[in-house]
């Protein structure tokens, strides 16, 4: 009988490279939670991560879908749900399940399932994103895909990533009032930074002028920086 597995590796890989997807926008058996930690009486063991088939993102630092995969013999979408709790948690608009030989989407920017014999092409989804958030110029599209600064610590996680790219597409929209509230240890100071670092990198500034932004940090310690920022002409 064929498994998960096999099905992963002889029909959903294929059917993702012939829609243009490439393995730098591929994240196959990602886990992006470390698992929740349980309590009972004095002892704590932590539940499984959780993990995603694959994770389409459509540049390095955008993530645009989830896909779950079943084996061949079940049903298409099966794994709608799973893929539909996963795209929530990481906050992305589209959802798909696949036996591999059929796949079934459900489009959050519309509340819609639809059944498919393939994947949507790479420019076919963002353009799809687009249209929700109503991102009409090119500029601002190709600003918001700005990479993050990849050379400290050890990446994004999910919510991070979410945090920085809603931040970034809020301030380019025009929005003069943004609230984003973390907990403590959440990496406020990171993601902080990494705001700052795309709009410096995108010479964003209100004056719409071509040249970098001033950025002033506020800071209530002495030695650590928090992650509160203002943006001058």
């Known amino acids: 009988m064929i498994t998960e597995a096999d099905t992963c590796r002889k029909y959903v890989l294929p059917k993702l490279y012939a829609a243009g997807w490439n393995d ?24 499984p991560a959780q993990r995603a088939d694959y994770l389409l993102r459509y540049a390095r ?27 929530e948690i990481l906050g992305v608009k589209f959802a798909y ?12 920017t519309m509340g819609q399932e639809r059944q498919f014999d393939s994947f949507p092409k790479p420019a076919d989804l963002w353009q799809r994103f687009r249209a929700s958030e109503k991102i009409e110029d090119d500029e601002t599209s190709n600003r918001l895909l700005t990479p993050a600064n990849s050379t400290i610590g050890k990446g994004q996680r999910y919510y991070q990533e979410s945090a920085i790219n809603r931040v970034v597409q809020a301030v380019l929209q025009g929005k003069k009032r943004i609230l984003l509230t973390m907990a403590t240890g959440t990496g406020k100071t990171a993601v902080a930074f990494q705001i700052c670092w795309k709009l410096w990198n995108m010479r964003w500034n209100r004056a719409g002028e071509h040249r970098r932004p001033k950025i002033l940090y506020l800071a209530d310690r002495n030695i650590k920086v928090r992650g509160e920022l203002i943006c001058r002409n």
């Open 61 to 87: 630092d955008f993530m645009l879908a989830v896909v779950d995969a079943k084996a061949a013999y079940k049903l298409p979408g099966d794994g709608l749900q799973q893929a539909k709790d996963y795209a």
């Open 24 to 47: 730098d926008q591929i994240s196959e058996q990602k886990s992006f939670t470390d698992g929740r930690i349980l309590v009972v009486g004095t002892k704590a063991r932590r539940r």
């Open 97 to 108: 399940s696949t036996n591999g030989h059929g796949t079934v989407e459900f489009d959050f």
